[in-house]
């Protein structure tokens, strides 16, 4: 039997992989955040001690996990730590054999550090500048030279999703949302909406997400991680192009996403460690995939959560027993709701017709 497993993980990671939800801040090494903790001392802010205990321990709760968002943000807010972040989490997800991220993250203001939201995500582009280990195609273009003209180094799919945070106020929403179009043509291809479910009002943010539809930027939705039947509501009226989580509908509003057809990113280990499902045996992925709803499966917060897209497909393959054809046809479909162009679809395609012959 554990033979069998590891030749399932091994198969799995081998797997090529297209990512929909990935938080930036949340993909973050733990050996990068111990280093950053042990960096920043004892200013009063943070008390390492604690601190290392916090990561170590990693969120168990919804509440836990936006603590540690909270530390995170303090750690990594000035732009050479931003960039530093990026390249690794690019690195990171490459060597998963993940052939297209759709890296999310929230574009920060931070007058002590001389930080814009521009400037922030000048050093996110930095960062993709940075990966050495693979090459990065942003925005239709290679950022990374062939190295020593070396035609058969890997080459990942790099595309950006500027987050909203649900605390924000309009008009800071609405300046995400024009950053995201100034930096169309720098690979970023849509808007998320994301943050502490628990905070924040859906009317607050709805003008900076119908501005973003007038503009023509594709929008997911974090939707369903804690019981708000209204919210829930307004976010199927508003009709995003993907949904993230959906995990606490009702039934009336679960039958209507269905009968929508929004593509959900499925986040398992997420949804078990945050406790918003009590037992992965009892996820929705289950009933989604059933009824050949659109789906992906997706990490959300590599760091936080410990995981790997590769075990996000595990996880899946071991609780619903699923075969490798149809862990195949899982992670080629993704390719389908992608937010970047066609011309990228096409080489994703084509990636999968390659692997087939290979991996199956
Ligand atoms: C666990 N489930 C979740 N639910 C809602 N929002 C989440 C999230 N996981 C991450 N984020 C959002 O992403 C930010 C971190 O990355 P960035 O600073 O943007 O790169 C968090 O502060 C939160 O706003
Ligand atoms: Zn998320």
Same mark, same amino acid.
């Given at each position: 039997m554990e033979a069998i497993n590891a030749e399932l993980r091994q198969w799995c990671h081998e797997l090529p992989k297209v990512e929909l939800h990935a938080h930036l801040n949340g993909s973050i090494r733990d050996s990068t955040l111990l280093e950053l903790v042990k960096n920043h001392g004892d200013n009063g802010v943070l008390i390492s001690k /604690?601190?290392?205990?916090?990561?170590?321990? %990693? !969120?168990?709760? =919804?509440? &836990? +996990?936006?603590?540690?968002? *909270?530390?995170?943000?303090?750690?990594?807010? /000035?732009?050479?730590?931003? %960039?530093?972040?990026? &390249?690794?989490?690019?690195?990171?997800? *490459? *060597? /998963?054999? +993940?052939?297209? @991220?759709? @890296?999310?993250?929230?574009?920060?203001?931070?007058?002590? %550090?001389?930080?814009? $939201?521009?400037?922030?995500?000048?050093?996110?582009? /930095?960062?993709?500048?940075?990966?050495?280990?693979?090459?990065?195609?942003? +925005? !239709? +273009?290679?950022?990374?030279? &062939? $190295?020593? !003209?070396?035609?058969?180094? &890997? %080459?990942?799919?790099?595309? =950006?999703?500027?987050?909203?945070?649900?605390?924000?106020?309009t008009s800071a929403a609405i300046e995400t949302v024009n950053l995201a179009m100034e930096m169309k043509d720098m690979g970023v291809v849509g808007i998320d909406l994301s943050g502490d479910p628990t905070v924040g009002q859906w009317d607050t943010v709805l003008p900076a997400l119908e501005h973003a539809r007038k503009l023509g930027l594709p929008v997911t939705l974090h939707c369903g991680e804690v019981r708000n039947s209204k919210e829930i509501q307004a976010m199927l009226d508003f009709n995003p192009q993907r949904l993230g989580h959906v995990c606490l509908l009702a039934e009336e509003d679960w039958e209507r996403l269905k009968s929508l057809m929004i593509p959900v990113e499925i986040c398992l280990t997420s949804n078990i460690m945050t406790q918003t499902i009590p037992l992965i045996e009892y996820h929705h992925f289950a009933d989604l995939y059933k009824s050949k709803h659109p789906l992906s499966l997706c990490t959300d917060d590599t760091g936080l959560f410990s995981t790997t897209l590769s075990n996000e497909y595990y996880k899946a393959a071991v609780t619903f027993g699923l075969g490798k054809e149809e862990m195949f046809k899982l992670a080629q479909e993704a390719v389908d709701f992608v937010f970047a162009n066609e011309d990228v679809k096409k080489h994703l395609a084509q990636n999968y017709e390659e692997a087939k012959a290979r991996i199956l």
């Amino acid at each position: 039997m554990e033979a069998i497993n590891a030749e399932l993980r091994q198969w799995c990671h081998e797997l090529p992989k297209v990512e929909l939800h990935a938080h930036l801040n949340g993909s973050i090494r733990d050996s990068t955040l111990l280093e950053l903790v042990k960096n920043h001392g004892d200013n009063g802010v943070l008390i390492s001690k /604690d601190v290392e205990q916090m990561i170590l321990e %990693k !969120g168990t709760s =919804l509440r &836990k +996990c936006f603590e540690l968002f *909270a530390v995170y943000h303090v750690l990594a807010s /000035d732009h050479e730590t931003v %960039k530093r972040i990026t &390249k690794e989490a690019v690195e990171d997800f *490459a *060597a /998963d054999n +993940c052939i297209y @991220l759709e @890296l999310r993250t929230t574009p920060k203001k931070n007058e002590a %550090k001389g930080m814009t $939201k521009r400037s922030y995500m000048d050093a996110v582009i /930095d960062g993709l500048k940075a990966v050495d280990t693979v090459d990065v195609d942003l +925005c !239709g +273009c290679e950022l990374t030279n &062939k $190295k020593n !003209g070396d035609w058969r180094r &890997k %080459k990942i799919f790099v595309r =950006l999703l500027l987050s909203i945070n649900r605390s924000e106020a309009t008009s800071a929403a609405i300046e995400t949302v024009n950053l995201a179009m100034e930096m169309k043509d720098m690979g970023v291809v849509g808007i998320d909406l994301s943050g502490d479910p628990t905070v924040g009002q859906w009317d607050t943010v709805l003008p900076a997400l119908e501005h973003a539809r007038k503009l023509g930027l594709p929008v997911t939705l974090h939707c369903g991680e804690v019981r708000n039947s209204k919210e829930i509501q307004a976010m199927l009226d508003f009709n995003p192009q993907r949904l993230g989580h959906v995990c606490l509908l009702a039934e009336e509003d679960w039958e209507r996403l269905k009968s929508l057809m929004i593509p959900v990113e499925i986040c398992l280990t997420s949804n078990i460690m945050t406790q918003t499902i009590p037992l992965i045996e009892y996820h929705h992925f289950a009933d989604l995939y059933k009824s050949k709803h659109p789906l992906s499966l997706c990490t959300d917060d590599t760091g936080l959560f410990s995981t790997t897209l590769s075990n996000e497909y595990y996880k899946a393959a071991v609780t619903f027993g699923l075969g490798k054809e149809e862990m195949f046809k899982l992670a080629q479909e993704a390719v389908d709701f992608v937010f970047a162009n066609e011309d990228v679809k096409k080489h994703l395609a084509q990636n999968y017709e390659e692997a087939k012959a290979r991996i199956l």
